[in-house]
């Protein structure tokens, strides 16, 4: 069974830090490109980056530019994202996804075939 897991949301502080875990069972990770997405209360889903696979090259939406990280381990079957800064409009579910490859990734919600069940992350002093 194609499965992936999200992991390491929580509370945090404002200007604080996180770093979510999607980690893929039942397949390898290695020939996806993964992107992370969230959606807040009343929101639509929105795409907030991605990296192809191999990791050969990544994206950010703007409003998460420069605090942002995202990194794979294939070894681990594993892609992380590192979350610094944090304000409270940063606070939604956040959910992994995997697609098929491409030269590019994209942030786009219909580029992706598997979904993990989200985590949260809350922002709050």
């Known amino acids: 069974q194609l499965q992936l897991v999200e992991s390491g949301g929580g509370v945090v502080q404002p200007g604080g830090s996180l770093r979510l875990s999607c980690t893929a069972s039942?397949?390898?990770?290695?020939?996806?490109?993964i992107g992370w997405f969230r959606q807040a209360p009343g929101k639509e889903r929105e795409g907030v980056s991605c990296?192809?696979?191999?990791?050969?090259?990544?994206l950010y939406t703007d409003s998460v530019k420069g605090r942002f990280t995202i990194s794979r381990d294939n070894a681990k079957n594993t892609v992380y994202l590192q979350m610094n800064s944090l304000p409270p409009e940063d606070t939604a579910v956040y959910y992994c996804?995997?697609?098929?490859?491409?030269?590019?990734?994209?942030?786009?919600?219909?580029?992706?075939?598997?979904w993990g069940q989200g985590t949260q992350v809350t922002v709050s002093s």
């Open positions: 039942g397949f390898t990770l290695d020939y996806y490109d």
């Open positions: 996804a995997a697609g098929r490859s491409a030269i590019f990734c994209s942030v786009t919600k219909g580029e992706y075939e598997y």
């Open positions: 990296v192809s696979s191999f990791g050969r090259t990544s």
